[in-house]
């Protein structure tokens, strides 16, 4: 890993690491057809607070910003907070967030990159919409999630991140094989992916720094 710039001032940092009573949408289980480069989750209509549906295990959705130096073919990651609900201390996902009821994967996309990394995006459209992957990992430690996956291409050697504390610790530049092995071994510094997650992401990730 290498080291990432950082900034001590973040004003949309959050000064929780989670809220209980965030609400999000309960989703259906995803059909064994489901198709990640089509199909999308159909909502129950249900509200629930966080908490209830971690407890619950009930499907929700949530979006994953993978932010990618195409040059040097480094991926940012991002330390979890020891408070966070969910893996605490691991390496993970440049910044990722559930999706509250009634809001946009992309406008959260936008709001958990500010809030976390305080990377602030121009236009929507430099989020690269890639896939969505039904991941079922409340058995695990972790959600039964519809994962929403997005590209944001920058350059490692200007990128500055300002940490939001209270949900990361550090960020640090990895390189696209290194973060291949570790989640394809399992390697417990890392927040674990499903195993029909990694090879359709590698497969995106792969075609967009050829």
């Not at 130096?69 to 966070?84: A, F, G, N, T």
């Not at 509250?100 to 989020?127: C, F, H, N, R, Y």
């Not at 990992?137 to 504390?165: I, M, P």
């Amino acid at each position: 890993m290498t080291t990432a710039m950082t900034d001590p001032n973040n004003p949309n940092a959050l000064d929780y690491a989670q809220d209980d009573k965030e609400p999000l949408e309960v989703m259906e289980a995803p059909p064994k057809d489901f198709d990640m480069f089509s199909s999308v989750p159909v909502s129950t209509k249900v509200v629930k607070h966080r908490k209830l549906v971690l407890q619950n295990k009930d499907w929700n959705s949530s979006v994953h910003m993978w932010i990618v130096d195409v040059k040097r073919k480094l991926v940012l990651m991002q330390k979890r907070s020891p408070h966070k609900d969910t893996f605490p201390n691991r390496w993970d996902i440049s910044s990722a967030g559930h999706i509250p009821a009634g809001a946009k994967p992309i406008d959260t996309a936008q709001s958990e990159l500010a809030e976390e990394l305080g990377i602030s995006v121009d236009s929507p459209d430099e989020l690269k919409f890639q896939f969505i992957c039904p991941a079922e990992q409340a058995n695990d430690g972790g959600w039964n999630c519809y994962e929403h996956v997005y590209f944001l291409k920058r350059d490692s050697t200007v990128l500055k991140c300002a940490l939001g504390t209270a949900e990361v610790t550090d960020v640090a530049w990895v390189s696209i094989d290194d973060l291949k092995k570790a989640l394809n071994t399992l390697d417990e510094a890392y927040v674990p992916r499903v195993h029909n997650y990694i090879p359709v992401f590698f497969a995106c990730l792969d075609k967009m720094v050829q």
